[in-house]
């Protein structure tokens, strides 16, 4: 299906690439990158201006929108916790309907989870009921059978990327670097990790150190033949209180690891690098930077703060993609505007690129998103 722009592409002399690098290192930019995280299912079922336009995902909204590119090997910007074969589980576990009845189903998703869901679809985010990995031994047998480091599906096609982002690319480029303890937290659900930490924190150490290794394997394929611009994290253990693991955890378990692939990224000139955690992470955020990670995507306001907070506290040392509060786009112009002029000073400062804290959510009407996308641009479009 093609897919008509509904919007002219910001103005500018520079390349998208460019544009990137330029703003991640506080150097002169002709604009502002302009992006946005995505929107929520239900946005591309009820907004006119996607239905009446065929506009029924992200991929389609950032062409329709006309953004500035930006692309990830093995990773998604807009995704959650999709499954990378790379750093991941493979094959994941095969969906199954365990039980039916008149209001629900019982299902076995991907990553081996019972879960229960609604048949009317009132709610998206399933009641898990149990993993599959509980004990020690559940782990040894799901990783000899899952992830295996000589998993043919984990080698990587190196000549193929290679023309498909060559080296005069005009957009930027960014790596993969999987999760190394909220996929874990997919696989044993919130409450299993939390009793895992404790009583089998030797089991949950193996499963950290497992996908570590996978990752490593996948950047020692690639980044020796692909210039990227950034890397990319996923995480997601943060909720409105802090993380979901201690601190101490974080610390002794996770830290090392982000050491390791953070000194692999440094080594191929690769300096900015993102994870994608909503919630609180100001408990771990040091944390976070002691281990290589030196950016926040899409950085949600109303767990944390606004954004001029933390860049003031860590200064440049720390960049922020995304924290334009969800809750002032769902007000309408005029709070739109005045939060659009609290983000001023720290586009002009350099390592921030503003966009909705998250996929913006269908509560926002589409006149006023579009209000938003108009002010931003000239705000920030150099108009």
């Known amino acids: 299906m093609s897919i008509t722009p509904c919007r002219t592409k910001w103005k500018g002399t520079l390349t998208d690439r460019e544009r ?20 929520w299912d239900e946005n591309f079922r009820q907004w006119p201006l996607f239905t009446e336009n065929g506009i029924q995902n992200n991929d389609q909204a950032e062409v329709f929108f006309n953004f500035d590119v930006i692309k990830t090997i093995g990773g998604n910007l ?38 229960e869901l609604p048949k009317d679809g009132h709610d998206t985010i399933p009641h898990f009921i149990k993993s599959s990995i509980v004990t020690p031994h559940d782990w040894q047998q799901v990783k000899a059978e899952r ?7 984990r080698s990587i096609d190196v000549e193929s990327l290679k023309r498909l982002h060559p080296p005069d690319r005009d957009y930027p480029l960014g790596v993969d670097c999987g999760s190394m303890i ?12 939390a009793y895992a930490t404790y009583d089998y924190p030797k089991m949950v150490e193996d499963m950290v150190e497992t996908r570590c290794q996978l990752v490593e394997d996948a950047l020692d394929q690639l980044l020796a033949y692909l210039d990227f611009d950034f890397a990319t994290g996923w995480e997601d253990i943060c909720f409105k209180n802090g993380p979901i693991v201690s601190v101490g ?13 953070g000194a692999k990224l440094k080594a191929h000139g690769v300096d900015i690098w993102y994870t994608d955690c909503d919630g ?34 860590f200064g440049r040392e720390l960049r922020i993609m995304g924290g334009f509060d969800k809750i002032q786009l769902g007000k309408g112009p005029k709070a739109i505007k005045a939060y659009m002029q609290s983000l001023v000073p720290l586009v002009q400062r350099g390592g921030y690129i503003p966009f909705c804290d998250h996929r913006c959510p269908p509560n926002v009407k589409p006149e006023d998103y579009l209000y938003y996308l108009d002010l931003k641009e000239q705000t920030f479009g150099m108009k």
């Open 20 to 39: 990137f690098n330029n703003q991640m290192h506080y150097r002169p930019v002709d604009r502002c990158f302009n992006m946005e995280f995505g929107y």
């Open 78 to 115: 807009s995704s959650s916790s999709a499954i990378n074969p790379l750093v991941d589980m493979n094959p994941p576990f095969p969906w199954e309907l365990i039980e039916e009845t008149q209001t629900s189903k019982i299902i076995r998703n991907s990553d081996g989870l019972l879960a």
């Open 147 to 153: 992830f295996r480091r000589d998993d043919p599906a």
């Open 182 to 193: 909220g996929r874990i937290r997919d696989m044993l659900t919130f409450e299993g990790l």
């Open 249 to 261: 955890f974080f610390r002794d378990v996770i830290v090392p690891r982000y050491k390791r692939i």
């Open 280 to 313: 609180d992470v100001r408990p771990i955020l040091p944390l976070m930077m002691k281990g290589g990670i030196n950016c926040l995507m899409p950085f949600e306001v109303n767990s944390c703060e606004h954004p001029a907070e933390l860049l003031n506290d």
